[in-house]
């Protein structure tokens, strides 16, 4: 589905908007989840697995989420400060390069060689969920303004429902392959007393992971365009996009000398006879330099 997803995109759109999508879609479909098998190591009794972090519900779901969403306005903060100027190549890079770093320290927690660095169970997870919402976010800004840049005139709708559908679609086979991975690994939990052998294989399904993050950078390199997000892209086959300077300054002038022909129309040189004011009325029509005259008897 993925693959008729990215030959659509290439028979169908201009070549700049094909190779951006298919760019989504490889970041998606490299974000490899093990979400089914984490639940279950943080949130195992000490009976189902005692070596693990015994995380409640409340924990998990609620103040994890709360410190992730807050990390978002501070990863749209830096992005703002300090990523606006930056080119496309330099902003994926950083977003996607701290992603895959944050990713490979996760492999402490689930080897469980935080334990034996003296790290709790709960700060080091919630520093990783923080870190990893904020560099995130470096990723999607991006996504979003480069979408936009993209956009032909008059089809807002219809590109953003393409590029949604490109990322629900990556999304999913990423989800199905994390989730392919983790059974080929062993890693099969279901909450049962005595399941730590299930978790054994978690801290490799987590390392490819990361490393699955490397495509997307080596992509990059040849479909991003070089420029900043607040410059403007023009699409090279798409002759409507955007007016060249020099169209714009001969379109300005044009409408230009309209106005003053409209406004000097009609104008005699000759001095008008006199009419007495008290003959007349005048109305002048929307600015436009028209006026009615009624003479008297």
Same mark, same amino acid.
């Given at each position: 589905a993925s693959a008729l997803l990215a030959v659509g995109f290439i028979m169908l759109t201009p070549k700049m908007i094909a190779k951006v999508a298919i760019f989504f879609l490889s970041i998606c479909i490299c974000s490899l989840s093990n979400s089914g098998a984490e639940y279950y190591f943080y949130t195992d009794t000490p009976e189902q697995y005692p070596e693990g972090p015994h995380?409640?519900?409340?924990?998990?779901?609620?103040?994890?989420?709360?410190?992730?969403?807050?990390?978002?306005?501070?990863?749209?903060?830096?992005?703002?400060?300090?990523?606006?100027?930056?080119?496309?190549?330099?902003?994926?890079?950083?977003?996607?390069?701290?992603?895959?770093?944050?990713?490979?320290?996760?492999? /402490? $927690?689930?080897?469980?060689?935080?334990?034996?660095?003296?790290? @709790?169970?709960?700060?080091?997870? %919630?520093?990783? =969920?923080?870190?990893?919402?904020?560099?995130g976010e470096l990723i999607m800004l991006p996504n979003q303004i480069l979408m936009s840049h993209l956009c032909p005139k008059g089809?807002?709708?219809?590109?953003?429902?393409?590029?949604?559908?490109?990322?629900?679609?990556?999304?999913?086979v990423g989800t199905f392959l994390g989730a392919y991975l983790l059974k080929r690994l062993g890693v099969e939990p279901q909450g049962a007393i005595g399941e730590s052998r299930q978790f054994?294989?978690?801290?490799?399904?987590?390392?490819?992971?990361?490393?699955?993050?490397?495509?997307? /950078? $080596?992509?990059?390199?040849?479909?991003?365009?070089?420029?900043? @997000?607040?410059?403007?892209?023009? %699409?090279?086959? =798409?002759?409507?996009?955007?007016?060249?300077?020099?169209?714009?300054?001969?379109?300005e002038d044009a409408e230009a000398q309209v106005g003053a022909d409209s406004t000097g129309n009609g104008v005699d040189d000759a001095e008008p006879e006199p009419v007495d004011e008290e003959d007349v009325t005048e109305t002048t029509y929307g600015g436009m330099g028209m006026k009615k005259r009624k003479f008297g008897k």
């Open positions: 995380f409640s519900a409340y924990f998990y779901l609620t103040v994890r989420s709360f410190v992730r969403s807050t990390c978002l306005f501070v990863g749209m903060w830096a992005f703002n400060k300090y990523l606006r100027n930056c080119k496309y190549k330099v902003a994926y890079l950083i977003g996607i390069g701290t992603t895959m770093v944050v990713r490979f320290t996760r492999l /402490l $927690i689930f080897s469980r060689l935080n334990i034996q660095m003296g790290l @709790p169970d709960d700060v080091f997870c %919630l520093i990783l =969920d923080a870190l990893g919402a904020m560099f089809l807002e709708s219809t590109m953003f429902a393409c590029m949604a559908g490109a990322f629900t679609m990556g999304g999913q054994d294989n978690l801290w490799i399904a987590e390392l490819i992971s990361a490393v699955a993050c490397i495509p997307p /950078l $080596i992509m990059m390199l040849s479909i991003l365009p070089d420029k900043t @997000p607040s410059e403007r892209i023009i %699409l090279e086959d =798409d002759s409507t996009n955007e007016l060249s300077e020099e169209e714009e300054t001969t379109e």
